[in-house]
């Protein structure tokens, strides 16, 4: 058997409407985790200063098992990954005045690529034959450092008017990437896709379903537009600034 071929093998195929019923992924996530915070409330200046600070240490162990097509075969394909995080975090918040509390925040964030883009199934519904989708059962979580600053005055008892401004660092992100390959790359057998793909394949190629039948090697000259997930090579960098105004309308409405 040759495993660096199939390790590298294209997904379960869905192929116009017709699902092969074993195009479903799985993926098994175990999650461990433990959090310690210190806090401190003093008084510097005669302004109240309250702040407090977390780690939180993650272990995840993540087994995805996918459906693969070889030479018109189903067959199951894990991957295993492991990975360890350290997300810290500290808020801080100072009650300048019995209205005027200003607030500063900084941590380090971790979100995990979305389940459908980690199976590698592959999807050729395209009738023109010129464009398939397929996940990356190879993503890891990306991450983001966020700093906010800013603050809220309160107008009354629930009403208050804030203002915070926030920055993020988001170090591999995950967007889809569309790249030209060969027919040949996906792992499809010209005879298992539609007919109305086979006819399209042919008229693009300039010859007839009967003459690529006969020497698939015409395939290599098929490009198709295959789309899948990756990582954005350059960290994404959002500033912005958010607003807020809670008004009460007890003063029109009693209660």
Do not use: C
Request: charge should be neutral; avoid cysteine.
């Amino acid at each position: 058997v040759n495993y660096d071929a199939l390790a590298k093998a294209r997904g379960g195929v869905t192929l116009s409407t017709t699902y092969n019923n074993a195009g479903a992924s799985n993926i098994d996530e175990k999650i461990s985790a433990s959090y310690l915070m210190a806090y401190t409330n003093n008084a510097i200046g005669g302004v109240t200063l309250k702040t407090n600070f977390g780690l939180r240490f993650q272990n995840t162990d993540q087994v995805i098992t996918s459906p693969n097509n070889i030479n018109s075969k189903i067959v199951m394909i894990t991957t295993e990954h492991r990975y360890h995080d350290v997300l810290p975090s500290f808020n801080a918040v100072a009650n300048v005045t019995d209205h005027l509390n200003l607030r500063f925040a900084a941590s380090k964030t971790m979100t995990r690529a979305n389940p459908s883009q980690m199976s590698s199934q592959l999807n050729f519904g395209d009738t023109s034959a010129q464009s398939a989708s397929e996940g990356n059962p190879a993503l890891k979580p990306y991450y983001s450092k966020n700093l906010d600053i800013g603050g809220e005055y309160y107008t009354g008892k629930t009403g208050y008017v804030g203002l915070t401004f926030f920055s993020k660092t988001i170090k591999d992100f995950i967007a889809n990437s569309a790249t030209r390959v060969p027919f040949t790359a996906l792992g499809l057998d010209y005879a298992n896709i539609s007919q109305q793909q086979q006819i399209a394949i042919a008229s693009y190629l300039n010859t007839t379903v009967a003459a690529i039948s006969a020497d698939p090697s015409l395939l290599a000259g098929m490009p198709i537009n295959l789309t899948q997930p990756f990582y954005v090579q350059n960290p994404l960098k959002l500033t912005g600034a958010e607003f807020m105004w809670v008004q009460p309308l007890d003063f029109v409405t009693p209660g």
